[in-house]
Nanobody, 122 residues
Framework: QVQLVESGGGLVQAGASLRLSCATS????????LAWFRQAPGKERDFVAA???????YYADSVKGRFTISRDNAKNTVYLQSNSLKPEDTAVYYC????????????????WGQGTQVTVSS
């Protein structure tokens, strides 16, 4: 059974940092692209960042320079280091996986976690 389990969310003040983790199990994802999306209340689920099997990373403009995605294939885990958090970063953060190139559209991703809440107060 394939599972992606996010952790590391929480309530922080603006300017703080959080490190989100997504542990994968049930199959080997070392050859997959791993990504983070987020969904704020009443809004669409938006792309945040992705990293392919070669370690190349791509970011949404809204988080570029503040967030860093990384992966540890030995631990089957993908991370999202989120710095200089802003109230507009408040959302449920989801990790996702797909076989193949980086995509920024959720429909391309076959595997999803349940999400972790990030709330940034002003």
């Amino acid at each position: 059974q394939v599972q992606l389990v996010e952790s590391g969310g929480g309530l922080v003040q603006a300017g703080a940092s959080l490190r989100l983790s997504c542990a994968t199990s049930g199959r080997t994802f070392s050859s997959h692209t791993l990504a983070w999306f987020r969904q704020a209340p009443g809004k669409e689920r938006d792309f945040v960042a992705a990293i392919n099997s070669a370690g190349y990373a791509y970011y949404a403009d809204s988080v570029k320079g503040r967030f860093t995605i990384s992966r540890d294939n030995a631990k089957n885990t993908v991370y999202l280091q989120s710095n200089s958090l802003k109230p507009e970063d408040t959302a449920v953060y989801y990790c996702a996986a797909r076989q193949g190139f980086i995509a920024t559209t959720r429909d391309y991703y076959a595997y999803w976690g349940q999400g972790t809440q990030v709330t940034v107060s002003s």
